[in-house]
């Protein structure tokens, strides 16, 4: 069995040249990175991750934790989980992926799991998984705010939901709307409790009550309501309760598409009688919608990527210098079709 010495004496490079050039942690010449990967072909060398983990002592991977349910992922989670994997890999790293029963982490096996550092995606008020890896002493970054009683302070890679409502509320009021109905991600994550402060902020900026009856949360991952989840509330304020709604903010595209669909079936129209507007969506499919969707661009994939990079550098991995503890990544409104000003009697 060929070992990275054969490789390196064939390459006509150094050992350490060899490594780097599959753990990527070093930048290697086009040149020389060829030359290394014809040799460990000629000689069917692979590099042995195990032994690797033994020099380094380091078990190389990272665990991303995600809450789940019966359903498929959605554009955001795909998008996320491939910044992951991309740029753990560009330092030589695995990601193992914990599928976690959300509110359900029974036992202390995540923190026991062969990783060096976790990334936990949608943290929960009081989440477990938080408490385990603290309790623990395992590195971890989260992606979203921690609402942890016994975790003062950690590392977080975040978008600025507060802003981010602020703007979408400013953004439909300035057309003139002042009934807006809010279908907000689950009750009990962090994003969600941001979220909902600041929607009664911006309205009362705006002089307008949020009436509870406009604000709703999405059903736990585990509930049979999780996937038709926006389109009952539509049903139900607009129909039932007789609410003037002029406009709708939905958590994300699976809450918009259900949205769209009840909308249709009480007779109205999109935008023309309500406006709709989707926070985290999928932008290749908020265009092909009719009319297409106006979102906000959360920039999954490097909300993934920053959080591995600020792993990387509480690992003493990264060799880039200074990294803040706390990085927001940008949004910004991607306007479609689904939202328009209102006229006559309701223009604000």
């Not at 014809?38 to 000689?43: R, W």
């Not at 297409?292 to 959360?298: E, F, N, V």
Request: aromatic share 6%; glycine share 6%.
């Amino acid at each position: 069995m060929a070992k990275i010495d054969d490789v390196a004496r064939l390459a006509g490079v150094s050992k350490g040249t060899v490594s780097n050039v599959f753990s990527q942690k070093r930048p290697t010449s086009k040149e020389v990175t060829e030359r290394v990967l014809k040799a460990s072909k000629e000689l069917n060398y692979v590099p042995n991750h195990i032994a690797r983990s033994l020099v380094t002592k380091k078990t190389m991977a990272i665990g991303l934790t995600i809450p789940h349910g019966n359903f498929f992922f959605s554009a955001f989670h795909n998008q996320f989980i491939n910044g992951v994997v991309l740029e753990a890999s560009r330092f030589g790293y695995r990601v193992l992926l914990d599928m976690l029963p959300v509110l359900e982490v029974k036992t202390p096996s995540l923190a026991s799991y062969p990783i060096d550092g976790a990334i936990v995606l949608g943290p929960t008020e009081e989440d477990e998984r938080i408490r385990l890896l603290h309790f623990n002493g395992i590195p971890f970054v989260t992606v979203g705010k921690i609402f942890n009683a016994q975790v003062k302070e950690a590392p977080t890679v975040n978008n600025d939901n507060a802003r981010i409502v602020h703007d979408i509320c400013d953004y439909l009021i300035a057309r003139g709307h002042k009934n807006l109905m809010f279908l907000n991600a689950t009750k009990g994550t962090t994003v969600s409790m941001e979220r909902r402060t600041a929607f009664m902020e911006a309205l009362a900026k705006h002089r307008l009550v949020m009436r509870d009856s406009m604000h709703h949360y999405k059903p736990h991952t585990q509930s049979d309501h999780y996937l038709h989840y926006g389109y009952a509330e539509t049903i139900r304020v607009i129909r039932e309760s007789g609410e003037k709604v002029t406009a709708i903010i939905a958590d994300d595209d699976r809450a918009a598409f259900n949205a769209m669909n009840a909308i249709k079936d009480l007779g109205l129209r999109i935008p023309e009688d309500i406006s709709l507007f989707v926070i985290c969506g999928d932008l290749s499919m908020m265009h092909q919608t009719m009319p297409p969707l106006t979102g906000m661009d959360l920039q999954p994939s490097e909300l993934g990527a920053q959080s591995v990079k600020l792993l990387m550098h509480m690992l003493g991995i990264s060799n880039e210098g200074d990294y803040p503890d706390h990085l927001i990544i940008e949004s910004k409104i991607v306007e479609g079709a689904s939202c328009s000003s209102i006229e006559g009697e309701w223009q604000g």
